[in-house]
């Protein structure tokens, strides 16, 4: 069965660092998505991505944040200039339409900004 | 953001129980999706829902989408242990963003 896959499963950066996470979505999936989970907390939207440019984003995506779809494959969020707030569980999800679409989850990338 | 409250928080069953946990918001949702987390994993979709009213059944879960479109119920029979985990709905109104609800941390005993 396809699914979402992201590397790696776990970063550590130091503070002020760029990190760039990476997913390969569902091959026939059109809608791209980036999430994170502070631990013990909820999911957090962080952005939509559709043909090849940002359809949504939260309060959270602000100027540090960035994604990016660089080949047929693979779809990246940049994250500059870390903090150490940014020390969550970040999830990508891909969709295969907006009107009834489902998401499917990653696995996710542990981020720990020391 | 959209607030969406799920209850209970928490809940301690003993295995054979029936579970009942619910997701109410003060927005109109068009989509509602229910999902599953196991620690250090990504949430696995478990029932999707589209239309007000809608009643779905996933094997021994059942989802209902309410009539107001401001909340959704789900329902776990006949619980087995492997059934612990936390369980998140997911809304969406008319534009491409999912808002998740708090959760509900469920722990079946055997």
């Known amino acids: 069965e396809p699914e979402v896959t992201q590397t790696p499963s776990h970063q550590v950066t130091q503070m002020g660092q760029e990190v760039i996470l990476r997913c390969v979505p569902i091959?026939?999936?059109?809608?791209f998505y980036w999430y994170r989970q502070i631990l013990g907390q909820k999911v957090e939207f962080l952005v939509s991505?559709?043909?090849?440019?940002?359809?949504?984003k939260s309060e959270i995506f602000d100027d540090q944040f960035s994604v990016e779809r660089p080949d047929g494959s693979n779809f990246t969020l940049k994250i500059r200039s870390t903090k150490l707030e940014d020390s969550a569980m970040y999830f990508c999800?891909?969709?295969?339409?907006?009107?009834?679409?489902?998401?499917?989850f990653g696995p996710g990338t542990r981020l720990t900004v020391t | 953001g959209q607030q969406l409250n799920q209850s209970p928080q928490s809940m301690f069953i003993q295995e054979g129980e029936d579970v009942s946990m619910n997701c109410t918001s003060s927005?109109?949702?068009?989509?509602w999706l229910w999902y599953k987390q196991d620690p250090g994993e990504g949430p696995v979709l478990l029932i999707a829902?589209?239309?007000?009213?809608e009643l779905t059944s996933n094997g021994r879960l059942t989802a209902q989408f309410g009539i107001t479109r401001k909340d959704s119920f789900l329902n776990i029979s006949a619980s087995i242990p492997s059934d612990v985990g936390i369980y998140f709905c997911?809304?969406?109104?008319?534009?491409?963003?999912?808002?998740f609800g708090t959760g509900t941390s469920l722990t079946v005993i055997p």
């Open positions: 991505f559709y043909n090849n440019e940002i359809s949504e």
């Open positions: 999800a891909s969709g295969s339409g907006q009107g009834v679409s489902e998401q499917y």
């Open positions: 829902l589209y239309k007000a009213g």
């Open positions: 091959s026939n999936h059109l809608y």
């Open positions: 997911a809304g969406r109104n008319t534009g491409n963003q999912f808002y």
């Open positions: 927005s109109i949702f068009n989509t």
